[in-house]
């Protein structure tokens, strides 16, 4: 595969921001981050990148999507793309027998963030079919809007970012949705040139990494306390940390 430099379109700057599960306490001290990150930057073109997994496992997930709704940062072009913990949640409000694996994933964090209270349902005999009523209840519009909105992937220059990953060998427009927000071992152990750096979260990192095809962005935050957001900008890549 080709070795050459990567670049950002000319006159842009961007963040990327990496899984947030439930951590808007972390979200919002990126953020400010970013804004002091600002005070050297002259592109004239700002973009923001949150790469999916809003949601789940931590504690605050109701805040994070309204500090990205309410809060957006000023002067920014804001990306949200989705990951397959906001899939999950979907897919329960539309069907209750997916509950077991959306709970075991962070889900019951996600609920309690909306006021919903997993095991008083579970004690009063309620069940999953209690919980989701519940969910549909209290999941403000906006947020509904939000999660069936988000995208599947974004490009910008010779960046793609996506949650996952993408399946080596085929073009980006015809990707399967559930690859571009699940895929591990067939993207990540691939030296393939996927016609552009690959920016992904969904697979955890001690560090974030920079590979050849790829910039992985997932360090954990939800119990590691480390937010990871990778600046581009022309052929510049580095990272701010919470």
């Known amino acids: 595969m080709s070795s050459r430099s990567h670049l950002a379109p000319a006159g842009t700057r961007i963040y990327a921001i990496g899984d947030i599960h439930g951590r808007c306490d972390l979200l919002r001290e990126l953020h400010r981050a970013v804004a002091d990150d600002l005070l050297n930057c002259t592109a004239a073109r700002r973009v923001m990148v949150y790469v999916g997994d809003y949601i789940d496992r931590g504690a605050d ?61 579970l004690r009063g005999g309620g069940g999953a079919a209690e919980m989701q009523r519940d969910l549909a209840r209290d999941l403000p519009a906006a947020h509904l809007a939000f999660l069936q909105g988000l995208l599947p992937y974004h490009v910008e220059g010779d960046y ?56 992985a962005i997932d360090t954990g935050a939800y119990r590691s306390g480390r937010l990871t957001c990778v600046v581009l900008d022309g052929d510049g890549q580095r990272f701010l940390h919470t």
């Open 61 to 121: 997930s109701k805040s994070v999507i309204e500090l990205i709704l309410s809060r957006p940062l000023a002067g920014f072009e804001t990306v949200c793309l989705a990951g397959n913990h906001e899939a999950m949640m979907l897919a329960f409000l539309d069907d209750v027998a997916v509950a077991a694996q959306w709970f075991s994933n962070g889900g019951s964090e996600t609920l309690s963030s909306y006021g919903i209270d997993p095991s008083a349902a």
């Open 160 to 215: 793609i970012f996506v949650h996952a990953g993408i399946l080596p060998g085929r073009p980006l427009a015809e990707q399967a949705h559930a690859d571009l927000i699940w895929i591990r071992e067939e993207f990540l152990f691939s030296d393939a040139d996927h016609g552009g750096c690959v920016v992904h979260g969904h697979t955890q990192v001690r560090e974030a990494e920079i590979h050849p095809n790829r910039i």
